[in-house]
């Protein structure tokens, strides 16, 4: 049988095709080749089916990656698809890059919706052309599913050009998968509270595997998001970059091939409000100007509200004072829920309203 890939090259042609199409990374040049095809456990292939393309490790993933793209048009297209996706997972899990792009999956269509897959450096991976919204719902629930596979600024990336897709292919979408998304994406907030207790957990996880200096880091990390919180809540923008360091230390230590239920990614790891969940709590939750989440109900039903607002600004509350909060410059707002918070200091926060 005609193999395809690197296992099998007596004459050293397939590496020595590389060796003249790609600057070969170091981790292949120092890598060796001679394992027997049948040791290695058939879901290992990106190509199962003929136990062929194999991404066991980082340096045979970089050789199937690349010599499948020679090959990808012997592939019926479903057969390609399905082997480019795979071999896409697994360059992500292993970081192999360098060289060219590994193979773009799907043909473009008319019309199509592109979602590129890069790498931390922002070098393009691979390019998807979405061309129904069973396409944009498959891509969608991948990485929902495998958030740990990927980097953070390449699942950040794709999460957000996801949401972006237009509404004819996005109305299909799964309601705990675009809740997913918009967590992936950086589009959601939560309480100091929730960003401490992942934190501690991480710099105990941190610890036992050797790294004190890290368990120190993240620590440290959350220290500097804290003092953004506003009425206890972590901005979107500090909340993502906070992930973003997270994901980093995880990957220092390789803790992000082991996440499961007790250890996830960092954006799953708290419980925070996204987009989604407020359109679905409307009637009850709002934004205000300083981007604070609070109960409109809290706001109508608390008899200090009135007083604080002619107190503060000379301003009458009228027949519905959360409306007259809603109006208040972001100044304004911080002024007055700090002074609610000193007799309610429970009033306003995240986790009063996911218990309602």
């Not at 456990?41 to 980082?58: I, K, L, S, V």
């Not at 629930?141 to 509404?167: C, G, H, M, Q, W």
């Not at 220290?223 to 972590?234: C, P, R, W, Y």
């Not at 205000?288 to 509350?317: C, H, M, T, W, Y």
């Amino acid at each position: 049988m005609r193999w395809r890939d690197h296992l099998e090259d007596p004459g050293l042609h397939k590496l020595n095709w590389l060796r003249a199409n790609y600057d070969l990374p170091s981790f292949v040049k120092e890598a060796s080749f001679e394992e027997d095809r049948n040791v290695i456990m058939r879901h290992e292939f990106a190509y199962p089916e003929n136990r062929e393309f194999p991404m066991h490790t980082r340096a045979d993933t970089w050789m199937s990656a690349r010599l499948f793209q020679k090959h990808a048009s012997e592939f019926p297209e479903t057969t390609r698809n399905a082997v480019a996706r795979r071999l896409l997972d697994a360059c992500m899990f292993w970081d192999a890059r360098g060289g060219e792009k590994p193979p773009v999956m799907q043909k473009q269509a008319a019309g199509a919706f592109a979602i590129r897959y890069s790498g931390e450096d922002g070098e393009q991976l691979a390019e998807v052309f979405v061309n129904t919204s069973d396409d944009l719902v498959k891509l969608a629930v991948d990485l929902s599913e495998n958030k740990f596979k990927y980097p953070y600024k390449t699942r950040t990336a794709v999460a957000s050009r996801i949401l972006e897709a237009p509404e004819h292919l996005r109305q299909a979408l799964p309601r705990n998968v675009r809740r997913s998304l918009e967590k992936t994406a950086g589009l959601q907030r939560t309480s100091v509270a929730e960003a401490r207790r992942m934190t501690a957990i991480r710099a105990i996880a941190y610890r036992n595997k050797g790294r004190a200096d890290l368990s120190d880091a993240v620590l440290s990390e959350f220290g500097k998001t804290a003092v953004e919180a506003i009425n206890g809540v972590i901005p979107k923008q500090a909340l993502a970059k906070f992930a973003g360091s997270v994901d980093g230390f995880d990957r220092l230590v390789r803790m992000h091939m082991h996440l499961g239920h007790s250890l996830r990614p960092a954006e799953d790891s708290w419980r925070g409000l996204t987009l989604y969940d407020i359109e679905e709590v409307g009637k009850e939750a709002a934004t205000l100007p300083n981007g604070a989440i609070v109960v409109k109900e809290d706001i109508r039903r608390n008899p200090k509200v009135p007083q604080a607002l002619q107190s503060l600004f000379g301003i009458e509350a009228g027949s519905d004072p959360f409306q007259k909060v809603a109006e208040l410059t972001s100044d304004q707002c911080t002024t007055l829920l700090d002074v609610l918070h000193k007799d309610a200091p429970n009033t306003y926060s995240l986790e009063r309203l996911h218990d309602r």
